[in-house]
């Protein structure tokens, strides 16, 4: 996660300047996570939004995480590797984070 994911995630409680930060419209942010945009304008108004709603948010909107691409077969991997091999897991996961600050 770069600084300005940090700074995102930070602000999770301000979807609306996530969305001003991505540059985003409402309608583009918010369809992304399945959220109407009459639903997220209130949302950014203040309304409190559910866990799920929240989540989503963090995965697609400051993680950047493409949901159409995650398996369900990935999270089992991932589960065992890190249950089976923690130390490789722990590797892999530090070697990662490298090449993408890198990259950004």
Do not use: C
């Not at 108004?45 to 398996?71: C, F, T, W, Y």
């Amino acid at each position: 996660m770069n600084a300005n994911t940090m700074k995102l995630f930070d602000k999770i409680s301000d979807p609306r300047e996530i969305r001003r930060k991505l540059g985003l419209n409402q309608q583009e942010f918010w369809t992304q996570i399945g959220v109407t945009q009459s639903g997220g304008s209130r949302y950014e108004s203040g309304r409190n939004m559910p866990k799920p709603v929240r989540e989503l948010l963090r995965l697609v909107h400051v993680e950047q995480i493409d949901l159409a691409r995650v398996k369900k077969d990935d999270f089992e991997v991932i589960s065992f590797m890190k249950a089976e091999h923690p130390d490789l897991y722990k590797n892999l996961k530090k070697e990662a984070r490298a090449k993408n600050k890198k990259a950004a």
